[in-house]
Nanobody, 124 residues
Framework: QVQLVEFGGGLVQAGGSLRLSCAAS????????MGWFRQTPGKEREFVAV????????DYAYYEKGRFTISRDNAKNTVYLQMDSLKPEDTAIYYC?????????????????WGPGTQVTVSS
C-alpha cells in the first residue's frame, strides 16, 4: 500500500502559476505510476496528467495545451504538477493517485490509491 498527501493548492490569479506536490509513504513508491486528477462540484473526476514509474513517459489531458508539467523525484517519494498560465476553469480539487499498472492510464478506475485532494482556486 501507499499513502498519498497533496500540498500546494491555494488561490491564484488568472495567468499565474502553482506547483502541487504529492508526498507518498509506504512501500516502493518508485514502482508506481503516478497521476493527477481534478474534480469540481457536480462533475466527474477528470484526468490531468500521468507519469511512469521511471519518469520516462508522460501523458496529459488535451485541455492543458502545454500549460501543465508532471514530474517526480523518486528519491523524495514525491510527484509534482507545475501549472502555468492558470485559468478560472482550472479551479478544482486536485487529487494525486498511484497505480501499479504498467501502461499509463487516464481513467479513475485504473488507479489504486488516492490522496485527500487539495483545492486550487483561480480568480479572474
Amino acid at each position: 500500500q501507499v499513502q498519498l498527501v497533496e500540498f500546494g493548492g491555494g488561490l491564484v490569479q488568472a495567468g499565474g502559476s502553482l506547483r502541487l506536490s504529492c508526498a507518498a509513504s509506504g512501500r516502493s513508491f518508485s514502482s508506481y505510476a503516478m497521476g493527477w486528477f481534478r474534480q469540481t462540484p457536480g462533475k466527474e473526476r477528470e484526468f490531468v496528467a500521468v507519469i511512469s514509474w521511471i519518469a520516462r513517459n508522460t501523458d496529459y489531458a488535451y485541455y492543458e495545451k502545454g500549460r501543465f508539467t508532471i514530474s517526480r523525484d523518486n528519491a523524495k517519494n514525491t510527484v509534482y504538477l507545475q501549472m502555468d498560465s492558470l485559468k478560472p476553469e482550472d479551479t478544482a480539487i486536485y487529487y494525486c493517485a498511484a497505480t501499479e499498472r504498467v501502461a499509463l492510464g487516464r481513467r479513475v478506475d485504473e488507479f489504486d490509491f488516492w490522496g485527500p485532494g487539495t483545492q486550487v482556486t483561480v480568480s479572474s
